[in-house]
């Protein structure tokens, strides 16, 4: 089955660092980007950056740039989405999603990571 | 960047009835690389249409797509309870933008 599982829900405190996986199974792993998208609670959605699993290629969005980390590692299919400290305002519900071969719309969504940060 | 307007930002309508919803482009969309997306309460979001007019896979017909240049369209042709959600577009002819969303609420 083609699908994306990601990491489980985390509560945090301010200042603290987190580091979420998402892993790709049932396709090639190396052969589509992968995304990350932030979405708050009761807002919309927001692009946080992709990498390409084959060369690790990674391309911020201009919002996040200097926030977060991206990185993959192809041995094991799985894409991490990671802060060096965190701040209330990440709280937010984080969806690593496919894009599609050629095109980047995203083609297979993974379920989300729920991430609190409350002192 | 391309910013992407989306409206109404509800449309409240029965079971049954036409939905049309609107994503206006900030600056022509190359290629007519626009993507919609379906997103029920507590799930992830689902592809539904890319190049504008695309079904993706499993999609159902009533589910359509079109436009070009700054103005697209999502039609569901007759609401089903299930597509009672939030639907956004998104670009990657320049980059990737999401619109904020429309949501289709029952009457």
């Known amino acids: 089955e083609v699908q994306l599982v990601q990491s489980g829900a985390e509560v945090k405190k301010p200042g603290e660092s987190l580091k979420i996986y998402c892993k790709g199974s049932g396709y090639s792993f190396t052969s589509h980007w992968m995304g990350w998208v932030r979405q708050m609670p009761g807002k919309g959605l927001e692009w946080m950056g992709i990498i390409y699993p084959g060369d690790s290629d990674t391309r911020y969005s201009p919002s996040f740039q200097g926030q977060v980390t991206i990185s993959a590692d192809k041995s094991i299919s799985t894409a991490y989405l990671q802060w060096g400290s965190l701040k209330a305002s990440d709280t937010a519900m984080y969806y690593c999603?496919?894009?599609?071969?050629?095109?980047?719309?995203?083609?297979?969504w993974g379920r989300g990571t729920p991430v609190t940060v409350s002192s | 960047e391309i910013v992407l307007t989306q409206s109404p930002g509800t449309l409240s309508l029965s079971p049954g009835e036409r939905a049309t919803l609107s994503c206006r482009a900030s600056q022509s969309v190359y290629s007519s690389y626009l993507a919609w997306y379906q997103q029920t309460p507590g799930q992830a979001p689902r592809l539904l249409i890319y190049?504008?007019?695309s079904r993706a896979t499993g999609i159902p017909d009533r589910f359509s797509g079109s436009g070009s240049g700054t103005d697209f369209t999502l039609t569901i042709s007759s609401l089903e309870p299930e597509d009672f959600a939030v639907y956004y577009c998104?670009?990657?002819?320049?980059?990737?933008?999401f619109g904020p969303g429309t949501k289709v609420a029952f009457k």
């Open positions: 190049g504008a007019s």
């Open positions: 998104q670009q990657y002819g320049s980059s990737l933008t």
């Open positions: 999603a496919r894009l599609g071969e050629s095109f980047w719309f995203f083609d297979l």
